[in-house]
């Protein structure tokens, strides 16, 4: 095709089989890849936007990273207030035709105040399922050694710290299959995990411990948006919800206990792993929950009794493997420099049968520095941002590219709700995008 009066010839087809060594480790399952899909951080979240998101289209959750007390904020893609209705504004003909006579006149800001009338009640917002809480002693506060990282390439958070000579780690993922949140705590020493584990949500809710292994959460929406500082429990004829978390934990001298309040405490084990799963009474857009006849509280129990046979390795194994069907259907690598660079690549890869992994030697890898004792290790990703105004590094545009990929994947999946707005991924009753102020008239955005 002629581009600018010069003729050159871009050719597109899909990726093949025999693609991934030239192009990167998109599809490559064996071993750390050449430029590592991950987001690094040096130090756990300070705000929920710091967070490291994670979802199977239905479950999401955000992985905070904090040592001595993490939190695992949680949401269900049909957790949303309001009921089935006639949504429309009748008066937003004539508003409209107001906002639009403003706007060819100039005045614009005239014309945003006027296009509030556009609507003339408060929208109805998507709403957090709760939290998963984990409480460890205060000896966890003098770690060491901390990295949290999302792998693009499995779907998968890792927290890794030290407390002197002991690594801690952490690992969470939320399966499609197995419709789960699973997290595995374990560490390089022997009966050396102790924590509280509990459950909370800003929705209306109650908690049950279920012996000692499993806490079951039930709640509800509001049936309407609901103003500050309004009971919710004069309000809760909306959608249903129920979540149980299961505890599992391995060691001769592990104890668990509750200890009231709906928290369950685990001392001395070797490793431990937690299984969370949810559900709603959501039946559809057209469907008032108060007749709806689901019971999430049962659906999460069967859902929960499914997963006893499986391991937390198996349950993963699952997990990747289904999400790298999708993940690694695309492969992108790019080079900085000029055309001569990429002529390069191809004479010396494609013609001359160089392989990927020497040809890419050369190129200066930004995602990994050597560590003091020379050991290759991952550069925070907030470091190669601010480095990018002068290196321009492309293999950081790879990582936004795929970490946009990674999040639609872990949004939306078939037979969920479709991705809106932030996702699955929603802290609060009164989500930013949409504050609302119906006593004063008025919407803040």
């Not at 009066?5 to 087809?13: L, N, P, T």
């Not at 999401?60 to 269900?76: D, F, K, R, S």
């Not at 129920?242 to 070797?270: F, H, M």
Request: charged share 20%; with cysteine; hydrophobic share 35%.
């Amino acid at each position: 095709m002629e581009l600018y009066g010069e003729e050159e010839w871009v050719f597109v087809r899909p990726p093949m089989e025999s693609d991934p060594e030239f192009w990167g480790d998109a599809g490559n399952n064996v071993g750390e890849p050449l430029r590592p899909l991950k987001v690094v951080f040096t130090e756990p979240a300070k705000h929920w936007t710091d967070a490291a998101p994670i979802g199977n289209g239905r479950l999401g959750a955000m992985v905070w990273g904090n040592v001595p007390n993490e939190i695992l904020q949680l949401n269900h893609d049909t957790l949303w207030t309001g009921v089935p209705g006639n949504y429309t504004n009748p008066d937003a003909p004539s508003v409209l035709s107001k906002v639009r006579k403003l706007v060819d006149d100039g005045k614009y800001s005239e014309a945003s105040t006027v296009a509030l009338g556009l609507s003339d009640h408060p929208p109805q917002v998507y709403q957090p399922l709760g939290n998963i809480n984990l409480e460890f002693d205060d000896s966890h506060a003098n770690y060491t050694s901390y990295v949290r990282e999302l792998d693009l390439s499995t779907a998968t958070a890792k927290v890794k710290y030290s407390l002197g000579d002991v690594e801690f780690t952490r690992e969470h993922f939320s399966s499609n299959p197995h419709q789960v949140v699973a997290t595995k705590i374990s560490s390089t020493k022997s009966a050396s995990i102790s924590f509280t584990v509990y459950l909370d949500s800003q929705l209306d809710h109650h908690l049950v411990v279920n012996g000692l292994n499993r806490i079951i959460m039930e709640g509800s929406c509001p049936g309407n948006r609901k103003p500050p500082k309004v009971d919710s429990s004069k309000n809760s004829n909306g959608i249903q919800f129920a979540a149980v978390l299961d505890l599992q934990i391995s060691g001769n001298n592990a104890i668990v206990q509750a200890i009231g309040d709906g928290k369950l405490k685990v001392e001395d084990a070797d490793s431990a792993v937690l299984l969370l799963v949810a559900s709603s009474s959501f039946e559809g857009p057209f469907k008032n929950p108060s007749d709806s006849k689901k019971d999430p509280t049962s659906e999460s129990l069967n859902i929960a009794s499914s997963l006893k046979t499986l391991t937390f390795t198996q349950l993963l194994a699952y997990h990747v493997d289904d999400y790298s069907r999708l993940f690694h259907r695309v492969a992108l690598q790019l080079f900085n420099g000029s055309n001569d660079i990429q002529q390069m690549n191809l004479n010396h890869i494609k013609h001359n049968n160089v392989s990927h992994a020497n040809f890419d030697a050369t190129m200066k890898n930004k995602s990994l520095k050597q560590d003091c004792l020379g050991r290759n290790v991952l550069v925070s990703t907030a470091e190669r941002v601010k480095s990018f105004k002068n290196d321009e590094d492309p293999s950081l545009v790879e990582l936004l590219f795929h970490y946009g990929r990674y999040l639609l994947i872990s949004c939306s999946r078939p037979e969920t709700q479709p991705s809106n707005l932030q996702g699955i991924w929603n802290k609060d009753v009164e989500p930013p995008w949409e504050k609302w102020s119906p006593w004063l008239g008025s919407k803040v955005r």
